[in-house]
């Protein structure tokens, strides 16, 4: 009965790769996100959709691509993948993107590429 | 753009102790707050947040957290830690008309100590 689910937990994969996060939520939200964790443990938003659409899309390289098939699932695609893309890369999501919905959070995918 | 600023990037305390753990933000327009609670290999949850009403909130695990508007802060204590509470404790904040993001701190390692 998890709530916000990804995969892979963990992915190590070579500089040059292209690799994929999938995402699902079944908590019926209408909005999901992309975080990413560095290792000072910042966090950072990168991408919001809501129902489908993108509404953020802060300043992140054009390698990473996310989307959304339906309401429930944000994956996220990262092309040409270099050595500081090494995070966690969180997914969440909240009811319905207003600012006083809290945000639920997937469990993490940790990205290394060496 | 908004800032939170969570002073201290440690605290180590003994069980059973008293702890503060010490949330500033910067903002005139009206603002939600949360506390969110990130235990290792996991996501963050949601501890407590203040969205209105009373400047005392209370949340899981014991937790509490008073809204200050004047000093704008919002700072996050426990009568009395466990040594399960050893985690990394995070900070956010979102505008409230405005605003469709969350401003997260760089978080508290809260360490207990038997």
């Known amino acids: 009965d998890t709530a916000v689910s990804q995969t892979p937990k963990y992915l190590v994969t070579q500089m040059g790769n292209d690799k994929s996060i999938k995402c699902e939520q079944n908590l019926g939200h209408d909005t999901m996100y992309w975080y990413k964790q560095d290792s000072k443990k910042f966090l950072k938003i990168m991408f919001s959709?809501?129902?489908?659409?993108?509404?953020i899309n802060e300043t992140v390289p054009n390698r990473f691509s996310p989307k959304s098939p339906d309401k429930a699932h944000l994956n996220l695609h990262i092309n040409s993948l270099e050595l500081g893309d090494s995070a966690v890369y969180f997914c969440a999501s909240s009811q319905d993107g207003m600012t006083n919905s809290p945000l639920h959070f997937g469990n993490g995918t940790r990205l290394t590429v060496t | 753009a908004q800032s939170v600023t969570q002073l201290d990037s440690q605290v180590p305390v003994f069980e059973e102790a008293p702890v503060e753990l010490r949330c500033n933000y910067s903002?005139?327009?009206?603002?939600?707050l949360f506390w969110y609670v990130q235990y290792p290999n996991q996501g963050l949850q949601l501890l407590l947040k203040?969205?209105?009403?009373?400047?005392l909130v209370k949340g899981i695990n014991g937790f509490e957290a008073e809204f200050n508007k004047s000093q704008t802060s919002f700072h996050l204590r426990k009568p009395s830690v466990h040594i399960s509470d050893t985690a990394e404790y995070f900070c956010a904040v979102s505008e409230g008309w405005t605003g469709n993001q969350f401003y997260f701190g760089t978080g508290t390692s809260l360490t207990v100590i038997p």
């Open positions: 203040y969205l209105s009403g009373s400047t």
């Open positions: 903002s005139s327009v009206s603002v939600y």
């Open positions: 959709y809501n129902n489908k659409e993108l509404i």
